[in-house]
């Protein structure tokens, strides 16, 4: 299968799966509350893709939810190309993508995030996952989540949970503050085995995202809350603020790829504190 065919296919599920993330979030808004959508471009003057963010604030469940879709292409430039896998030789790249994040209204509900992305240099790999930022310890819910997700993994590969596990463990972590950012999920880069296989698995992560988050906010959104609760969860954002700001390689390659920059920064929360 030529590397068209196969950007092809991967854009296309990454653009479907935005439909699909995006109808169920309005879903459980119960239709009373839709997305804002933005086009964008990476260089208006030459063609070199874009992609659509949607916004989705101040719902019943969803204080903000970003969805973002891109299909980029260029070229790197020369202190990027010696940064990324396959660039060094040629600078010429291709990147598609969606990532998801959710900030909850209710502090009972964690923070979720979610991306997926293939990237093509002078070869192509896949790179995601998807974690999980509560404010406040809820066992039952760690012990579903991760059950969802070595479910999913031991469908592909035995060895995947593990591995991947540990890698979301290590990377959403803050070294300045001695902790993680919450209480993980899988997290994976530069994956190259087999095309199809891999792409059945990244597929398989958007499906089980998909379960996960309805289970999550379908068990949790009627739950009463606290004013000191929710100063709990502002705590926790400033926590994600800080890892993305500071140690996000999606937002480092935003940015330094002409990304448009209210897509990138959708992750950042609404309102968040520090103590």
Not at 152 to 160: A, F, P
Not at 169 to 186: A, N, Q, V
């Amino acid at each position: 299968m030529n590397k068209e065919i196969k950007q092809k296919l991967t854009r296309n599920w990454f653009k479907l799966l935005q439909n699909i993330i995006c109808n169920d979030i309005e879903k459980l808004e119960h239709n009373k509350i839709k997305f804002k959508s933005k086009i964008w471009s990476r260089n208006k003057i030459k063609n070199e893709g874009g992609g659509e963010f949607r916004i989705l604030k101040n719902g019943k469940i969803f204080e903000k939810v970003g969805v973002n879709f891109s299909e980029v292409y260029g070229k790197f430039s020369n202190e990027m190309k010696k940064k990324i896998p396959g660039a060094n030789k040629n600078p010429n790249f291709w990147a598609s993508g969606i990532s998801v994040v959710m900030h909850m209204s209710n502090p009972n509900i964690p923070a979720i995030h979610f991306n997926t992305r293939f990237i093509y240099t002078t070869y192509g790999w896949f790179g995601g996952g998807m974690d999980v930022t509560p404010c406040i310890k809820d066992l039952k819910e760690k012990s579903l989540i991760h059950k969802e997700l070595k479910k999913m993994c031991n469908r592909h590969n035995k060895e995947y949970y593990k591995k991947y596990k540990k890698w979301c463990d290590d990377y959403f972590y803050l070294p300045h503050r001695k902790e993680t950012r919450g209480i993980g999920g899988i997290f994976f880069d530069y994956k190259k085995n087999n095309w199809q296989k891999d792409f059945i698995f990244v597929r398989d992560l958007g499906v089980t995202f998909q379960k996960i988050f309805n289970l999550i906010i379908n068990e949790k959104y009627k739950k009463k809350w606290t004013a000191k609760e929710k100063e709990l969860q502002y705590i926790k954002r400033g926590r994600y603020v800080e890892f993305n700001l500071l140690y996000d390689r999606g937002t480092k390659f935003g940015l330094q790829t002409g990304g448009n920059i209210e897509g990138i920064l959708m992750s950042l929360p609404p309102i968040a504190k520090w103590n």
